[in-house]
C-alpha cells in the first residue's frame, strides 16, 4: 500500500503542478472567514472592555489564527467532485480497478493541504502578530493539538465521503451537503470559540460531530483546555470516528448497490 | 467442456425510472407524488464463453448490450440472476477478480487528463502490483503493437482521438486482464484507426489468450474479429452461434450483381430471382443459396457477349442484422435458449 500511495502522491502532484495559480487561490478560503469572524468578535470584545466572556481579545485572536491552520488542514471537498465523478461517468473506472476510489481522494487531500499550507501558515503568522495573539499552548498541548486536528480531519473527511455517497441515491447532493455544512456552520466553531457558544447551544455542539472536527483542535493548539479535558475531547473525536467509519461503509456498500453507472 | 471463463445464467437487470408529463402542472404534481416505471434492461440472459474466444455483443441502442457488459465488470448489481467470470461473481468485485478483467468505453477515458499516459500507466503498475519486468515487458509489447513511442509522453489532454483510445487500450491491458470488455472501442474513430484498432485485438487475443467481448455499431469491427456472435434486442438474447451460421439462416439467399454491355436486355433476369436494382448497366438479384450457382451458371451462358461482369456475394452482414432487428422470426433452432 505504501508504493501505491507513493505512486498516487506523485500523480496528484503532477496534476496540481498543472494548475498552480488555482491552488492557491483555494487556498485563501481557509483564512478569509475566520479573518472576518475575528474581526467582528474583537470589535464586539472592545465594546465591552476588551473581554468576551472569559476569554480576552488576544485569545479571541489566537483562537482564530488556530483555526485558519485547522480550517485548511481538516477541511474536505469530496461531496462536490464525488457528484461530479458519478455524473461524468469518472467513477466507473476507479471501481473497476482493485483500490477502493477513497485511495485516490485522501491521496489528492493530504497533498493539496500539504502544498497550500506554504501559502497559510505564513499568513496565520502576520495576523497572529498583527492582532496580538496570546497563546498559552503548552509541548503537551501541542502534540495533543496535532493528534486532535488529525482525527478532525479524518472525521470531516470521512463524514465527507458519507454525503458524497449520496450521490448514489440522487446525483444532485449538492442540496443535502448545504443541509451539512450550515449545521457545520453553526456548531463546529466557526462562527466563534466553542466556549462563546450559551449553555444549551453548547450541548448540542459537543453532542453533534462538528466541534470535533474544528473547536475542539483548535482549542487545544490554543491551549485552552487543561491536559485531562483535552483528552477527552479526543475520546470524543475518536468516538465520532468510530462512528462515522460504520456508517460510511454501510452508505458506501448499500449505494455500490444503487449505481447505476450513468455516463460510462 | 472446458470450464467457462464467462458463464452468466438468467441475468436480469430493471432500472427504476422517474417519469413525469411535460408542463409545468407536470412538474409540480412530480414534487409531491413522483411515478417510477420500471425498465427491464436485460432479461434473463443465458450464455457461456470459453477461453479465448472473440464474442461480438450485437444489438441496437439500448438493447441492453452495455448494461450487460456493466453488470459482468462489476459495475452493476443484477436484479436477478447469476454470474461468474474468471470464477468470481462480478459485483462483488474482488480484488482478484477486478486485476483479471479490463473494461474499455469508447470516448470514455479511464487516464488522467492532464498529465501523460506513461506517468498514469506507472500508477497503474503499483494498483495493479506488475512486477517490474513485467511491467517493462507488457508495455513493450503494447508499445509495438500500437505504435505509442511518440504518444506515451504527452498529456492525455493533447492526444487526438485516436491517439488516446490506443492509450486507453495500454492502460486498460497493462495488468494482462484474462478478459476483456470492449464497449464500442472503434467509436468516432477514423476507418485507418479502426481497422489498426482491430489489428490489435486480434493479434492481442491471438498473443495472450485474452477472452473478448466486443460491442459495436460498425459491422466490420466484427466480422474482423468474432466468429460467435450473441444478438440481444429488447434486453433480451435473440441468437447466440456463429456468424456465418446467422447470415444463412436470416437471409438465406445469394446476392448477384450482373454488369451489362451498351445497355443490352435483361428482361430474363426476373424469371431468375428477385430483382432489387436495375439500370441501364447492371442488375442486381437475390437468388436462393442453393441455387445460386446453377442461376450464374445460367446468367453467364444466356447472356454471352453482353456480360461485362457477374458477382455472387453474401447479404451484407448489416442488412442481415437489420432483419434480426426488425423482428423478422428468428429461426428455432438458432434462437438462444
Not at chain 1, 476510489?101 to 487531500?109: K, Q, R, V
Not at chain 2, 499516459?117 to 509495438?144: H, K, N
Not at chain 2, 498473443?207 to 467481448?213: E, K, N
Request: aromatic share 10%; net charge neutral; with cysteine.
Amino acid at each position: 500500500m505504501i508504493q501505491i500511495y507513493r505512486a498516487l502522491l506523485i500523480q496528484a502532484f503532477q496534476q496540481m503542478a498543472q494548475y498552480r495559480v488555482a491552488m492557491f487561490l483555494y487556498a485563501l478560503f481557509s483564512f478569509i472567514r475566520p479573518i472576518i469572524f475575528l474581526a467582528a468578535w474583537l470589535a464586539v470584545a472592545e465594546s465591552q472592555g476588551g473581554r468576551l466572556g472569559a476569554l480576552s481579545s488576544s485569545d479571541l485572536a489566537a483562537y482564530f489564527v488556530i483555526t485558519i491552520v485547522v480550517t485548511h488542514a481538516t477541511q474536505a471537498w469530496d461531496f462536490f467532485e464525488f457528484e461530479w465523478e458519478i455524473r461524468q461517468g469518472r467513477l466507473s473506472p476507479k471501481l473497476l480497478r482493485p483500490l477502493h476510489p477513497i485511495h485516490y481522494s485522501i491521496t489528492g487531500n493530504i497533498l493539496w493541504k500539504l502544498q497550500t499550507s506554504l501559502a497559510v501558515v505564513p499568513v496565520a503568522i502576520l495576523i497572529a502578530i498583527t492582532f496580538d495573539a496570546r497563546f498559552t499552548t503548552t509541548p503537551s498541548h501541542l502534540v495533543l493539538g496535532a493528534v486532535s486536528t488529525a482525527l478532525g480531519a479524518a472525521l470531516a473527511f470521512t463524514f465527507g465521503w458519507v454525503f458524497a455517497s449520496v450521490a448514489f441515491w440522487t446525483t444532485r447532493v449538492h442540496a443535502v451537503v448545504t443541509l451539512y455544512q450550515r449545521a457545520a456552520f453553526i456548531f463546529s466553531g466557526q462562527i466563534a470559540p466553542l466556549a462563546l457558544l450559551p449553555g444549551p447551544l453548547l450541548a448540542v455542539a459537543y453532542a453533534l460531530p462538528f466541534a470535533y472536527m474544528l473547536g475542539v483542535p483548535s482549542d487545544i493548539l490554543r491551549g485552552g483546555p487543561d491536559i485531562a479535558t483535552a483528552l477527552l475531547m479526543i475520546g470524543g473525536q475518536v468516538v465520532w470516528l468510530a462512528i462515522a467509519i460504520g456508517v460510511y461503509r454501510i452508505v458506501w456498500s448499500a449505494g455500490l448497490r444503487q449505481y447505476t453507472a450513468v455516463g460510462a | 467442456m472446458t470450464d467457462a471463463v464467462i458463464d452468466v445464467r438468467g441475468l436480469t437487470k430493471v432500472y427504476r425510472v422517474h417519469e413525469r408529463q411535460e408542463g409545468l402542472g407536470a412538474a409540480v404534481r412530480s414534487i409531491f407524488n413522483r411515478k417510477f416505471r420500471e425498465v427491464p434492461a436485460v432479461t434473463d440472459a443465458t450464455f457461456r464463453i470459453e477461453a479465448g474466444e472473440v464474442v461480438g455483443f450485437l444489438g441496437p441502442n439500448g438493447a441492453g448490450k452495455t448494461t450487460t457488459l456493466k453488470m459482468l465488470s462489476g459495475l452493476l448489481y443484477p436484479t436477478s440472476g447469476g454470474a461468474r467470470v474468471v470464477g468470481h461473481v462480478p459485483w462483488r468485485r474482488d480484488a482478484d477478480f477486478l486485476r483479471a478483467i479490463t473494461l474499455l468505453m469508447g470516448n470514455r477515458t479511464q487516464l488522467v487528463w492532464d498529465i501523460a499516459a506513461a506517468d498514469s500507466l506507472r500508477v497503474l503498475q503499483e494498483i495493479y502490483r506488475i512486477p517490474e519486468d513485467r511491467y517493462r515487458a507488457t508495455l513493450g509489447e503494447l508499445t509495438d503493437l500500437l505504435e505509442l513511442e511518440p504518444l506515451l509522453h504527452k498529456p492525455v489532454r493533447d492526444l487526438s482521438l485516436g491517439e488516446r483510445m490506443k492509450v486507453e487500450f495500454a492502460a486498460g491491458l497493462i495488468h494482462s486482464p484474462r478478459v476483456a470488455f470492449l464497449d464500442e472501442p472503434t467509436l468516432g474513430l477514423d476507418v485507418s484507426m479502426q481497422s489498426r484498432i482491430r489489428r490489435f485485438v486480434a493479434e492481442h487475443n491471438r498473443r495472450a489468450g485474452t477472452t473478448v467481448i466486443l460491442t459495436s455499431h460498425y459491422m466490420d469491427d466484427v466480422v474482423a474479429l468474432c466468429k460467435r456472435v450473441i444478438v440481444i434486442h429488447h434486453g433480451r438474447l435473440l441468437y447466440d452461434g456463429q456468424l456465418g451460421e446467422l447470415a444463412q439462416r436470416m437471409a438465406p439467399y445469394k446476392v448477384i450483381t450482373v454488369a451489362l454491355r451498351d445497355g443490352a436486355a435483361s428482361a430474363f433476369l426476373d424469371e431468375l430471382g428477385t430483382v432489387t436494382s436495375r439500370d441501364e448497366a447492371s442488375v442486381t438479384l437475390h437468388v436462393p443459396r442453393e441455387s445460386a450457382p446453377e442461376r450464374t451458371a445460367r446468367i453467364v451462358r444466356d447472356l454471352e457477349g453482353s456480360l461485362a461482369d457477374i458477382s455472387v456475394e453474401d447479404p451484407p452482414i448489416e442488412e442481415v442484422i437489420d432483419r434480426v432487428f426488425a423482428g423478422e422470426r428468428m429461426p428455432e433452432a438458432l434462437a438462444a435458449t
